[in-house]
């Protein structure tokens, strides 16, 4: 069965500290991995996708196919990346559905 | 382009009653989902259509129905609604194709069922 898992509810931080947001997932064949956010009181959006290899907002997620991990990392958090982010890895084929996580709640403490 | 646009934004039923939630999409896309986002729970996908006439159930469909008689709109119906249902409901869309691309989500429905 496809399965990811976010193991933190919650990850709180101080401002300038890094960051690194746990998602392992469990997939057959090759997935492309994705990670959204979702600010308060505004609707979930596209952070970044793992095929992309770029950098948005200072977060980067390097695909560890090995350990099956897709971990978030930011190495100076700012109070702005307060947020909920979802892990989502998707299948070609199918519907092409994604699957999220539970989401972890970054909070970034002055 | 609107984007995504959902209503109503908040709905309290009472069990038992039916409603529908709207959604539609101005991007020509032919991929529309619905999810239901519940704390701990992260989103789970209850209906999705990969094109006008063509609907597939998700994680969690029962209790809902859903039709996409046009590639714009997608709504989701509540027959019959139970305090389970309680939740926030995200309506999403994206681009056709083999591969996952990027969706584009709603703003969200707040229903309670009491």
């Known amino acids: 069965a496809q399965r990811v898992t976010q193991p933190e509810k919650l990850l709180s931080v101080f401002k300038g500290a890094p960051v690194e947001l746990k998602c392992n997932y469990s997939?057959?064949?090759?997935?492309?991995l994705f990670w959204y956010v979702q600010y308060s009181r505004q609707r979930l959006q596209l952070l970044l996708r793992?095929?992309s290899r770029e950098s948005i907002k200072g977060f980067t997620a390097d695909l560890n196919k090995g350990e099956t991990s897709f971990h978030l990392k930011k190495p100076f958090a700012q109070e702005e990346d307060s947020a909920m982010y979802y892990c989502?890895?998707?299948?070609?084929?199918?519907?092409?559905?994604?699957?999220f996580g539970t989401g972890t709640q970054l909070k970034v403490e002055l | 382009n609107a984007g995504v646009t959902q209503t109503p934004k908040f709905q309290v039923l009472k069990t038992g009653q039916s409603m529908t939630l709207q959604c539609a999409q101005d991007?020509?896309?032919?991929?529309m989902s619905w999810y239901r986002q519940d704390p701990g729970m992260g989103l789970r996908l209850i209906h999705y259509?990969?094109?006008?006439?063509?609907?597939d159930q998700g994680e969690v469909p029962n209790g809902y129905n859903v039709s996409r008689s046009t590639t714009e709109d997608f709504p989701l119906r509540l027959l019959s609604a139970a305090p389970s249902q309680t939740s926030v409901y995200f309506c999403?869309?994206?681009?056709?194709?083999?591969?996952?691309?990027?969706?584009?989500f709603g703003p969200g429905t707040r229903l309670t069922v009491l």
């Open positions: 793992h095929i």
């Open positions: 989502a890895p998707g299948t070609a084929g199918g519907g092409n559905k994604l699957t």
């Open positions: 997939y057959s064949g090759s997935p492309e």
């Open positions: 991007m020509n896309h032919e991929y």
């Open positions: 259509s990969v094109g006008a006439g063509i609907t």
């Open positions: 999403a869309s994206k681009i056709g194709g083999a591969n996952p691309n990027e969706q584009f």
